[in-house]
């Protein structure tokens, strides 16, 4: 029984000598709008995501033409310091999970966003979302309009970055106080390039 136990105790040690823990230091900034649009591109993005109930190129890319009726001043922009911590399994390159910090924290991000990872050649991607029309829990007068954090390492490069986008829109149907968050954060992780 302790031959067990001990052969027990090396196999669970040779599994989590297997894990990687990387470190990602990310530098950016987030910018906050609270101006409101007309009909616009990201109006016809929206009727994108309730006609298809998913988030396709070209909704995103309506989003992205959107974001151009804004000029640069519209912005409140601000420095973000950003922290990932990426536990993945090297050998079998397999994600185990992520965690991130944000300093200072855009008091918009939900923690309880669902979220979806992909594994590609070249990384990992981890992209926390929320459904249209949603109401945020932690600010219950403002329904989804657009929700998504992509948190991404990258094995060759050996880089981070984070990227999102939060748009809400007031229940009331208020105009002037919906605010619209982009994040946008790079930089360098422990070394864990691999070779082509």
């Given at each position: 029984?302790?031959k ?10 040779s ?29 016809e ?14 909704s ?137």
């Amino acid at each position: 029984m302790k031959k067990f136990i001990l052969l027990f105790l090396v196999l669970s040690a040779s599994v989590q000598s297997e894990n990687s823990k990387i470190l990602c230091e990310l530098n950016g900034d987030f910018s906050v709008t609270y101006k409101d649009i007309k009909k616009t591109y990201l109006a016809e993005g929206i009727e994108l995501f309730k006609n298809l109930a998913r988030q396709t190129q070209q909704s995103l890319f309506l989003l992205r033409r959107a974001k151009t009726n804004f000029a640069e001043e519209d912005w409140q922009k601000s420095s973000m310091y950003v922290v990932q911590y990426w536990e993945i399994d090297s050998e079998k390159e397999i994600f185990n999970s992520l965690m991130h910090t944000l300093e200072p924290s855009p008091s918009w991000i939900n923690e309880d966003a669902s979220w979806s990872v992909k594994n590609s050649k070249t990384g990992f991607s981890v992209t926390h979302s929320m459904v249209l029309d949603e109401e945020h829990p932690l600010f219950p007068e403002y329904k989804v309009q657009f929700y998504e954090i992509t948190n991404t390492f990258n094995w060759f490069t050996g880089k981070g970055q984070i990227f999102g986008d939060i748009w809400l829109k007031k229940k009331d149907g208020t105009r002037g106080r919906n605010p619209k968050i982009e994040i946008f954060a790079n930089g360098n992780c422990q070394s864990q390039k691999k070779k082509f």
